[in-house]
């Protein structure tokens, strides 16, 4: 079971997230007020995280095609419905 701890706009919680779930809906299920206006489909962006520790697991293309278009953002950045 993946342990999350998550630096948010309102401080940072910490949690077991159920293996298997989309890192977006674990957050969002521990109370955390995270964006995902595509629905989980690597087209908005505005799930995005920095993965600071840990292993995120490999990019897929839809991710890393999405991610190649916004130049401004740092590499340890990932989409959470693609996690
Ligand atoms: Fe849109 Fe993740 S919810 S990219």
């Not at 298997?20 to 957050?27: D, E, Q, S, T, Y």
Request: proline content about 4%; some cysteine.
């Amino acid at each position: 079971m993946p342990h999350i701890i998550a630096e948010t706009a309102t401080g940072t919680i910490s949690f077991e997230a159920e293996t298997g779930k989309k890192l977006v809906l674990a957050l969002e299920d521990n109370g955390v007020d995270i964006l995902h206006r595509c629905g989980g489909n690597a087209r908005c962006t505005t799930c995005r995280v920095e993965v600071v520790v840990g292993d995120a697991g490999t990019m897929g293309p839809d991710e890393q095609a999405i991610l190649s278009t916004k130049g401004d953002l740092a590499p340890n950045t990932r989409l959470s419905c693609q996690i």
